[in-house]
């Protein structure tokens, strides 16, 4: 028997169902048991996945030919923490209401840690814990949210086709476009 080779990827990108708990967002909320997901189930909903090396993101020639091969044209950088966030309460509060986007939302972690939850097609929230090293893509339309976890710290690459287009829509808009995508 082969043994399985494990997903590089997986080492900065998990994935897992959530629990119903109201307790603190920045917890892991896994089920009992345990029930994750596989990064080929949320490329089935849209949500690619890459490991780079984030050390060298300045350099790395992966990242070069994602943004070229995606139309990547403009990045900048977001820094999420109580330290470096103005309205920091106000923003975390802001980034975890459920919400999507017209355009799709790339975040490439290059330092610390932090959760971006997805509903499945069948409503129910995904957490995928991004590390560093670990870039995503959210398709337009997908609901979604952000949080930090208990490192409280992520300093994210922001990428964008042209000018950036940061503009959530909070749940409902089903009615949108993207939505029917």
Known sequence: MIP??????????????????????????????????????????????????????ETDEELKKIRTERGYSYTDFCEVCPEKLPNYEEKIKNFFEEHLHTDEEIRYCVAGSGYFDVRDRDERWI????????????????????????????????????DPVWTPFNRPHDHLPARSM
């Open 127 to 162: 957490r995928v814990w991004v590390k560093k090293g670990g870039m995503i893509v959210l398709p337009a339309g997908i609901y979604h949210r952000f949080t930090l976890d208990t490192n409280n710290y992520i300093k994210a690459m922001r990428l964008f086709v042209g």
């Open 4 to 57: 399985k080779v494990q997903d590089p990827r997986e080492e900065v990108l998990q994935a897992w169902f959530m629990d119903d708990s109201d307790e603190d967002q920045r917890l892991p909320h896994h089920r009992e048991p345990k029930e994750f997901v596989s990064l080929d189930q949320l490329a089935e909903l849209g949500v690619l996945s890459w490991r780079l090396d984030a050390d060298n993101y």
